[in-house]
């Protein structure tokens, strides 16, 4: 017996990828409906061999439904999360909006998969920002070991984490650096995509940071440990997808590189590709369709009395929003719905 899964928002990116990573983990599912808004209402999307026409998200019924997986923005998930949830149907959130609620657990399954039990009190579960997602799953294993103190990121974030106009744009601006005739402005962006970067992803916040910024340094807390001090700086690159970072890490205790190069080779949902020699370590190019969160690169800081430095690349469709959710699912059916 398996499980009526709903996705909705099923014709945008994260959507997309939802459908197909369903099928390609052969999710136990017995119905599955693609729901969408009306102006995309009738769209056909693939599942697996299947070709499914998206339902009205308006005036969809959740009830007996067993689990919906959400891609669509915060505004949106405000109206539809609740009346799913309500409806008996669990709510498996992509946007930000319930991340930092304290009755919503905050869960990426090869770090905490046992919060997935908190569930209840809302019928929602989180899922993190596609920053944070590859990055604690490389942090968790090391933090088991060693205890992370503190936490130094920077972030080289694809397009793709911007929705289709952020790919779209990158795709016109690099066209029309090569025709000088067609000029394609800053829409999605703050400034040109094109063979640049951008140090802003999100809102300003007070304290000069980012709302992308922040992001990572709460969803951390509440996903790892409360301890940890994390600081961040979230770059726009002009890469259509696969986000990669540069993480300097300081421990309590002193972690050899290779013992921790052992340890991340153990880790679920880590793969350690670590040569020291040309090409011996992962590109967003080459991680792109893949389910792993690559780490290279990993080498003693000798600046401060327990460093490590490690970089850490995802396919930011795949872990950082649709993979990560349906193995929220799959976490969920094994640990408390007990189905499929």
Request: net charge negative.
């Amino acid at each position: 017996m398996g499980y009526k899964v709903a996705v909705v928002g099923a014709t945008g990116n994260v959507g997309r990828e939802m459908l197909n990573i369903l099928a390609e983990r052969q999710f136990p599912v017995d119905e599955i409906a693609a729901l969408a808004s009306r102006r995309s209402l009738g769209t056909e999307v693939s599942f697996g061999d299947k070709t499914l026409t998206t339902q009205d998200l308006d005036t969809f019924d959740f009830t007996g439904w067993d689990m919906a997986l959400f891609a669509i923005g915060s505004d949106a998930t405000k109206v539809y999360a609740p009346k799913a949830a309500a409806a008996g149907c669990v709510v498996i959130d992509n946007s930000s909006l319930y991340r930092y609620d304290a009755d919503v657990p905050l869960v990426v399954p090869e770090v905490n998969p046992e919060a997935v039990e908190g569930y209840a009190k809302k019928n929602i579960i989180a899922n993190p920002n596609c920053s944070t997602a590859q990055m604690v799953v490389a942090l968790k294993p090391l933090h088991d070991r060693a205890r992370i103190k503190r936490v130094v990121v920077s972030t080289y974030q694809s397009v793709s984490g911007a929705g289709k106009e952020g790919i779209d744009e990158l795709w016109d601006q690099t066209k029309s650096v090569y025709n000088p005739t067609d000029d394609v402005p800053a829409k999605k962006f703050q400034k040109q995509i094109a063979f640049n970067v951008i140090p802003h992803i999100d809102v300003f916040m007070e304290d000069g940071s980012t709302k992308e910024e922040w992001k990572m340094v709460a969803e951390t807390k509440k996903i790892v440990d409360t301890a940890i001090k994390v600081t961040a700086t979230c770059v726009r690159v002009p890469v259509f997808v696969g986000h990669s970072e540069a993480i300097n890490i300081e421990f309590e205790d002193f972690l050899d590189e290779d013992e921790a190069r052992d340890i991340l080779r153990e880790a679920p949902g880590c793969m350690v590709i670590d040569k020291r020699e040309d090409g011996g370590y992962v590109t967003p190019v080459e991680c792109v369709g893949d389910y792993a969160t690559f780490i290279s690169r990993i080498r003693q800081d000798g600046t401060i009395e327990n460093g490590l430095n490690i970089w850490v690349v995802s396919d930011n469709l795949r872990k950082g929003a649709a993979l990560n959710a349906v193995q929220i699912a799959e976490t969920l059916g094994t640990r408390v719905l007990k189905k499929g």
